[in-house]
């Protein structure tokens, strides 16, 4: 054969292997690249969580090492030394800084591989976990024992009365202008004076039961409710004859409610003045 013959063999051979062997090479770099980014990412996961013992991306992270680094001995032996101080039973003192120290050695045998160039020192003593990260693990355990250790029975849970105090019905009178409690008024039905004026009770009776409520007097105007869900309005007067108090009070029951005096629920609102021997019997 002679060498116009090889020349044009070798350009067949070529036009037909030059393309696939372009592909095969591009393969094999994109493939190294993905190998790369991959342990790149593993790597940069475990560098910002290396003072975060606790965060779900390093445990990720450390069960992707054996994978993406695969065949690299001096990476897989510093894996090695590191899942299995954690997985020993029990926390003996110096753990954490056991963990670190093993931890640290991992790094800088993956930054070896990726051609990263960091001292073991600065990977030790590098890193930022804000303390009040660290609080907040702490204290999200605590209540998550707590409240096993309830929901389980092992511990009561405390619980004690307590009653915001009412609001103030009217604002309170100005210094010095608060007059002495009337001598008229039962002192069985009366309770203690208070900057907002008096309170009293009422008790009532009928054919479907009784029941109870309470009226503030202040400054002429009357005020109150009962349990039944009936609301008083009107006003008093002082009346210097009898040194007793003279009541004009209107009673409203809202539709629902149910008087005792008959026991059936009311389908419309009712109101009502209330008559004068309500007031004697206050």
């Known amino acids: 054969m002679d060498s116009a013959s090889i020349l044009g063999v070798a350009i067949v ?10 592909v095969v090479v591009t393969r094999r770099i994109d493939n190294r690249r993905l190998i790369r980014e991959r342990r790149l990412a593993v790597f940069r996961s475990l560098m910002a969580t290396r003072r975060a013992t606790l965060s779900q991306e390093q445990v990720t992270a450390l069960n992707m090492v054996e994978i993406e680094f ?28 056991r963990h670190r120290a093993l931890l640290t050695r991992l790094l800088s045998e993956m930054a070896r591989v990726l051609g990263h160039n960091l001292q073991q020192l600065d990977v030790l003593k590098g890193g930022y976990y804000p303390q009040g990260f660290l609080d907040l693990d702490i204290e999200q355990q605590a209540v998550r024992r707590a409240l096993i250790e309830v929901l389980s029975g092992r511990r009561p849970l405390a619980v004690s009365p307590a009653a915001p105090a009412p609001p103030a019905p009217f604002p309170p009178p100005p210094p010095g202008a608060a007059p002495a409690p009337p001598d008229g008024i039962s002192a069985a039905a009366k309770l203690p004076f208070t900057d907002n004026g008096w309170l009293f009770s009422i008790t009532f009776t009928g054919a479907a039961g009784s029941g109870f409520g309470m009226l503030v007097l202040h400054r002429g105007v009357i005020a109150g409710a009962d349990i039944a869900g009936a609301t008083y309005d009107g006003s008093y007067t002082e009346n210097s004859a009898t040194q007793a108090l003279d009541f004009q009070i209107t009673m409203n029951v809202p539709a629902g409610a149910t008087p005792v005096q008959t026991g059936i629920a009311l389908t419309e609102r009712l109101a009502c003045q209330l008559p004068d021997p309500f007031r004697k019997t206050i």
């Open 70 to 97: 695969y065949g690299i001995r001096s990476v897989q032996d510093a894996h090695r030394e590191v899942m299995a101080h954690i997985n020993a039973r029990g926390a003996p003192d110096g753990w954490n800084e």
């Open 13 to 22: 051979i070529a036009t037909f292997t030059g393309p696939l062997s372009a």
